[in-house]
């Protein structure tokens, strides 16, 4: 039987034996763990004469979670829409077929799935199959892919949901799971929350630029090849200039001699964004700057937010903890 490529000093089977949360042959009980790790789902046995052995071995790292499960039989996991985040599901043996909508996929030791955090799903799991999982917090995903961008998101992070993993790309995933499947199969103990931080940022990277997603195009352009033209980065210094102002499309343009059509097209080709997306990530970053610097007792966050343009304070707050992984309140507060 073909077994995952998993380059690790742990062999697949003692990955995380020391974290076991569930053994069970009750369907139900599987049932209620995984609701309890994952979302509410139902599950049915599609050989009701075949006995279930559920096992599931898990560990949570902050924002990441890390596990290794089986149930023993031909499983049907209908878990619909996982909303709060997304799931890598990589069998060590057999196979899995997830289907979204239409379309499906067929889950092996060379060709992992992921799941996305605002899509519904359906996963057929077959018997003598056993897989890792990784889960993935989308506040945490988001995060850190705006981190990288430098910008706050437009859309939900969407990753292709088939993993090959025979190619360069696939291959270095799989150095990446086995680094920290590794780690946290031996280390027992809580770990500082620097180092947990760190192998937060360090598997959501690999996640962002190793699985094709919306935002690829972004985070593995070539420096070289994305040059903006004059106008697009003179536009982003009146911003940058003018972000307490009042300022509008038709004056960024006029500014430097472009018309509101072009502008539109060089920030959509060379920023994938837009000038009023782009001001508007300005005047966040400046609130949060101003946050960071004033005391509870001389400022509001409501004075803060709408001396930089932001009227409706229900979007705003939304945005700002998108962006910056807390609430404006929180910020003033520290």
């Not at 996991?77 to 909508?101: A, K, N, Y």
């Not at 946290?184 to 937060?200: K, M, N, T």
């Not at 699985?211 to 070539?222: R, T, V």
């Not at 705003?316 to 929180?330: A, I, V």
Request: charged share 25%.
């Amino acid at each position: 039987m073909q077994s995952l490529a998993f380059s690790t000093a742990t062999p697949p089977d003692a990955v995380l034996a020391k974290f076991e949360v569930c053994h069970t042959q009750d369907l139900e009980e599987a049932r209620r763990w995984g609701e309890r790790i994952f979302c509410e789902n139902r599950l049915r046995n599609q050989d009701r004469q075949a006995p279930v052995d559920t096992r599931i071995y898990y560990r949570r790292l902050g924002g990441i979670s890390v596990g290794r499960m089986s149930y023993g039989s031909d499983i049907t996991i209908d878990p619909g829409v996982l909303d709060t985040f997304s799931l890598v599901m990589m069998p060590i043996r057999g196979q899995e077929v997830i289907e979204f909508g239409s379309r499906q996929i067929c889950s092996t030791p060379s060709q992992a799935s992921v799941l996305n955090a605002h899509l519904p799903c359906r996963i057929h799991h077959r018997k003598d199959t056993e897989k890792l999982i990784m889960r993935v917090d989308r506040s945490l995903l988001e995060r850190i892919c705006q981190q990288h961008l430098g910008r706050t998101l437009s859309k939900p992070v969407e990753f292709k949901p088939d993993m090959p993993l025979d190619t360069a790309q696939g291959q270095r995933w799989m150095r990446m799971v086995g680094w920290i499947y590794d780690n946290l199969s031996h280390d027992e103990g809580s770990l500082p929350p620097l180092l947990a931080a760190q192998f937060e940022q360090a598997m959501v990277t690999a996640l962002l630029t190793c699985q094709p997603n919306n935002y690829s195009g972004e985070l593995c352009a070539d420096e070289a090849q994305s040059i903006a033209p004059s106008f697009v980065k003179r536009v982003e210094r009146y911003i940058e200039e003018h972000a307490h102002e009042p300022i509008s499309i038709v004056e960024m343009a006029e500014h430097v001699g472009v018309s509101s059509r072009s502008l539109f097209a060089g920030f959509r080709r060379f920023r994938n964004t837009s000038p009023m997306l782009y001001l508007k990530e300005v005047r966040l970053r400046r609130v949060h700057e101003e946050l960071q610097q004033s005391s509870a007792g001389s400022t509001t966050v409501t004075a803060v937010a709408f001396r930089w343009g932001f009227s409706h304070l229900g979007h705003f707050t939304t945005d700002y903890k998108r962006r910056f992984g807390e609430s404006p309140s929180e910020t003033l507060a520290r």
